[in-house]
């Protein structure tokens, strides 16, 4: 069966994200769009995931933990992971594999953790935003060695994506799913970098505002509608 996606949405816990993206507001307008399933998935961290968890089952949204990985070459990386705890171990792993800045809310934004009520439990003290110790040629395997799955993100993207910063998805890296953020891209890319023909696509918002999140437009085919099997079913290479 296909359902409606949206695997790639930030809360207020990412510095650049708004204050209204809670865990309650986001799995809520994700229900008022008509999607089936979202991923939450933070700057080089999970520590939102289980409020989201949580609210999404309240309001009748699959959630599946994330995150949104800058690796070493300051390139975007979304990681998805069947389950909590899985993707909790991943946060930590890369946690005690970032550069620790003071954040500057200032500056940047809050970092702000809630529980499932979108009550305020606390405030990450570092910077989410600078580039782990991680490289992208690796991401795929470290990520999958935690249960998950790593795929470059928005890669029509002009910064922040393989392709803007490698030029090329290097096949060495083992991935088998790519992320485009405006799929009327796809035609002009898929002339440039063959290789797309070869990887599963899926296109997601990166929405870090409400107003940003998108109508339920984008479909996947999974057996069933839970974490678990969508984490499997973008790890099957593309037949």
């Given at each position: 069966m296909k359902y409606y996606y949206d695997l790639h949405l930030h809360s207020c816990l990412s510095p650049c994200g708004d204050m209204d993206m809670t865990p309650n507001n986001i799995t809520g307008m994700a229900k008022l769009l008509g999607l089936d399933i979202i991923a939450l998935t933070d700057h080089n961290t999970c520590r939102n995931c289980e409020a989201t968890i949580a609210a999404g089952k309240e309001n009748g949204v699959v959630v599946v933990p994330g995150m949104e990985l800058t690796t070493s070459e300051d390139i975007h990386a979304v990681c998805l992971f069947p389950n909590l705890e899985r993707a909790m171990e991943w946060s930590d792993y890369v946690d005690s594999h970032r550069i620790k800045v003071r954040n500057r809310p200032d500056i940047y934004g809050r970092q702000v953790m809630m529980n499932a009520l979108d009550e305020e439990t606390g405030e990450i003290e570092h910077l989410l935003l600078p580039a782990s110790e991680i490289s992208i040629m690796n991401a795929y395997k470290i990520v999958k060695d935690f249960g998950g799955i790593c795929y470059p993100a928005h890669v029509d993207r002009d910064s922040l994506s393989i392709l803007s910063v490698l030029g090329e998805i290097?096949?060495?890296?083992?991935?088998?799913?790519?992320?485009?953020?405006?799929?009327?891209?796809?035609?002009?890319?898929?002339?440039?970098?063959?290789?797309?023909?070869?990887?599963?696509?899926?296109?997601?918002?990166?929405?870090?505002?409400?107003?940003?999140?998108?109508?339920?437009?984008?479909?996947?085919?999974?057996?069933?509608?839970?974490?678990?099997?969508?984490?499997?079913?973008?790890?099957?290479?593309?037949i």
């Open positions: 290097d096949e060495s890296c083992g991935f088998v799913t790519a992320e485009l953020a405006d799929k009327s891209k796809l035609p002009a890319l898929r002339k440039l970098h063959p290789i797309l023909d070869t990887l599963n696509l899926v296109t997601s918002s990166d929405a870090h505002y409400l107003e940003n999140m998108r109508d339920a437009e984008n479909r996947i085919e999974l057996e069933e509608l839970t974490a678990e099997c969508l984490v499997r079913t973008l790890d099957l290479p593309k």
